[in-house]
Structures are given as structure tokens and as C-alpha cells.
């Protein structure tokens, strides 16, 4: 199938939609009401730092909502308004923030069931109803499936996203294995890697110069394939698919890595077939996504400051926060990623999640005395969910 013609064809129908149907200023209204916090407001005017008693609050320059989750939840909330009797389904989470998700659930947006095999169950989708395709994206054969059914259509795909897309695509047109660094169990990678040709998700460096030592040198290719088992396309070959090869990512991906295995990428190749053989095996586009490119250096620039410790407020299955959240773990400051501020609590306590690890809880994570706090949120979080984590320290620490 040719994916490239689908898209065309889908993006055409008079069922599919990609933009608003003019309710833009009822839904502004209402989206400010539910997610922007005054508190944030203030302190981003008072050079991000607010004191308060003991503690001193230092935000990150760049954090919350990027435009791509604006524009995602802004469009899920004009479908409902635009459609308020039909029966309306999402494939995913919206975004990775259980606030807007429940949100979600109360305007009666319902997410498509998934079955004991983990498999999504569209049987429950009818002719009549909507479905809304999330700022991750959907996948090829998902949205096949309901072009097929014929019902319609609202596409929050996030823009940078669907560059991803287009690279892939471009990969797949001059039979270039894709390269895609992400996880290939998030929605996101998902995607992508049904738009690709031929692929390999790698999830970090490591498993990136694994790949680039069997380009240069041969090796046990079972053992390859057994590494990187759900994480190829059918019929992967790493003695022969890996001789031309593209690369792109996950948009939530640390950017240093994302950079560092193209180059690494880019270094073997041509150690392997020459500088003036480069282009015909090596094919790479710049994919990473601005907003998680300045989140991520707004918190590279803050753990440059004096803080006592971080948290990190996001979902606890989203990318980019969890990539926030390793900046200042690597630099030895207590950083305690939490979802919501109901964490805090009760008394001085936090239950949080571990960098890449489960739940745990921490009792008198607050000291006394002065304290500097730095704070930052994921591109998924509300304002007004990191304001109440705020809030909830300022009265531990005055009621010590």
C-alpha cells in the first residue's frame, strides 16, 4: 500500500478534519479556565524565581503546553462542541496528562477499548460516529481501518510528528532503512514506524553503536534479532538492510542523543563505504521538535542554578517528561517526578516515580530551614497542575 497516496486521499475526504469549525473563542475560553494558572503567570513575569516564607521557587524558562498540545486539546474540544449528540471516540490518550484525559472523559469522549491481547477493539466504532486521532498520531492501518468505516475523521496529529512522517516516507522512496530512535511500544514510535519501509527502533546510544559495531564488523545475527526482538520491520535483515540507511526519531527524545547516534550513524557509513560513497548509504533530516528542544535546554540551563532539589511534574508515561526528568538526576540533584500534586501529601511526604523504575515514597523530603526548589512540567501538563504543586509545598513548609 502506498502510504504517501493514502494519506493524500484520506486528507481529501470530506470526513476527515485537521483544523477547527470556528468555535475558537468559546473553546479559548474555557481551555484558559481549566489549565492557565495566575500564580504561573506571576511568577514567569517575576523572572521565573518566587519566594514565599522559606521557599524559593526557581521555573523553568520553558515548560508546560507546547503549541502542539495547545492545538491538539483546542481541536478535541471544538469536535465535541461541533458534534455535542454523536458518539465520539478517541484511539489514545489525547496527551499524556491525566487532568486532560479525564477531561476527556467528562465532555463523554470515549477511548477506544483494548482487549485482553492488548489489542485495540474498533468493532465499537460505527458509520455514525467520530473518532479523533491524538497529538501522537495514529497509525497507518488504524486510520485505514476507519477511512474504511467510513466515519469521521478529526486529525490532532501534532505538525512535528508528521515531518517525522514525511522523513520516513522519503527513506522508504530511495530504500533507505529507517533508523528511528524512540521506544517501540510508544504510540508515537508506533506510528511512525507504520509509515516506514524498512526499520529499526533504537532506544538509546548504546543499542545505536551495538548497531553501527555489526555494520563495520559483521556479527551473530541472530543474536542482533533476538536484541531487538518487536523492534524491526517484518523480515529485517541486518546483513543486508542496514546498508542504506536513514535516520529519524521520536519528537519527545533527549535531542543530544537524537543528534549524537545521527552523527554515529553518519561516521559509520562513511568509514564503511567512503566520503564520496556518503549519500548512497546515509540519509538523515533534522526531525527534532522545537518544543522539546527548548524544554530541554530551559532545564539544562536551570540545573545550573543553586537548588536543594527538582521536581518534575508530568505524566508518568510521558517521553519528555521522563527525559526532563534524567537532566538533573545526571547532575546528583533529589529529583522526584510526580503526575499530579495530589502526590504530596499526606504531611511531609511525596510519592513519586523513580527514573525509570516504579513508584516509591519519601517521607521528610521537604527539609526545614530555606529551600530552593526548581520546578519544571512536561510539554503535556497544564499550568494549573504545576501551580497546585507549588502551592502544596508552600504549605508543607509553612506549617513547619
Not at 541486518?238 to 545521527?262: C, F, S, Y
Not at 526532563?324 to 500534586?341: K, V
Not at 512540567?377 to 508552600?394: E, H, M, N, R, W
Request: proline letters at 3%; hydrophobic letters at 35%; a negative charge.
Amino acid at each position: 500500500m502506498d502510504t504517501k497516496a493514502f494519506k493524500r486521499s484520506l486528507h481529501s475526504s470530506e470526513n476527515y478534519y485537521r483544523k477547527g469549525f470556528g468555535h475558537a473563542a468559546q473553546v479559548t475560553e474555557k481551555v484558559h479556565f481549566e489549565y492557565q494558572s495566575n500564580l504561573i503567570q506571576q511568577i514567569r513575569e517575576n523572572v521565573f524565581t518566587w519566594q514565599q516564607g522559606d521557599v524559593t521557587i526557581q521555573l523553568a524558562k520553558a515548560m508546560g503546553f507546547c503549541w502542539g498540545v495547545e492545538r491538539a486539546i483546542a481541536l478535541a474540544y471544538e469536535t465535541r462542541q461541533q458534534f455535542p449528540t454523536e458518539r465520539i471516540w478517541i484511539t489514545n490518550e489525547l496527551i499524556h496528562n491525566p487532568l486532560v484525559n479525564e477531561n476527556m472523559r467528562d465532555m463523554q469522549v470515549e477511548f477506544i477499548p483494548v482487549n485482553e491481547q492488548g489489542q485495540k477493539d474498533f468493532s465499537v466504532v460505527a458509520k455514525e460516529d467520530v473518532v479523533i486521532l491524538p497529538a501522537f498520531g495514529a497509525s497507518f492501518g488504524e486510520m485505514q481501518l476507519l477511512n474504511q468505516k467510513g466515519c469521521k475523521i478529526m486529525d490532532t496529529t501534532c505538525p512535528w510528528v508528521s515531518k517525522v512522517w514525511n522523513s520516513v516516507e522519503k527513506h522508504k522512496k530511495g530504500d533507505y532503512t529507517s533508523i528511528i530512535h524512540g521506544k517501540y511500544k510508544h504510540e508515537e514510535t508506533i506510528a511512525t514506524s507504520s509509515f516506514a519501509g524498512k526499520y529499526l527502533i533504537v532506544l538509546n546510544l548504546q543499542e545505536a553503536e551495538y548497531v553501527c559495531n555489526y555494520i563495520l564488523n559483521g556479527g551473530d545475527r541472530e543474536e542482533f534479532l533476538t536484541k531487538f526482538t518487536h523492534a524491526y520491520s517484518e523480515g529485517f535483515d541486518p546483513d543486508t538492510d542496514l546498508i542504506r540507511v536513514g535516520v529519524a526519531n521520536q519528537t519527545t527524545m533527549l535531542k543530544g542523543e537524537t543528534e549524537r547516534i545521527g552523527k554515529l550513524f553518519e561516521r559509520t557509513l562513511m568509514r564503511k563505504y567512503g566520503a564520496d560513497e556518503l549519500n548512497d548509504h546515509f540519509l538523515s533530516f533534522n526531525t527534532i521538535c522545537d518544543a522539546t528542544q527548548e524544554r530541554q535546554d530551559a532545564m539544562f540551563q536551570l540545573v545550573e542554578e543553586k537548588l536543594d532539589l527538582m521536581v518534575v511534574v508530568g505524566g508518568f508515561n510521558s517521553s519528555n517528561t521522563t527525559h526532563l526528568q534524567e537532566i538533573p538526576i545526571e547532575r546528583g540533584i533529589p529529583s522526584y517526578h510526580i503526575d499530579t500534586a495530589e502526590r504530596i501529601g499526606p504531611g511531609n511526604r511525596i510519592e513519586y516515580k523513580k527514573l525509570h523504575s516504579c513508584l516509591e515514597v519519601q517521607e521528610n523530603w521537604l527539609q526545614p530551614g530555606p529551600i530552593v526548589v526548581g520546578i519544571t512540567s512536561g510539554a503535556s501538563t497544564p499550568d494549573k497542575v504545576v501551580a497546585d504543586v507549588i502551592q502544596k509545598i508552600f504549605d508543607i513548609k509553612g506549617a513547619m
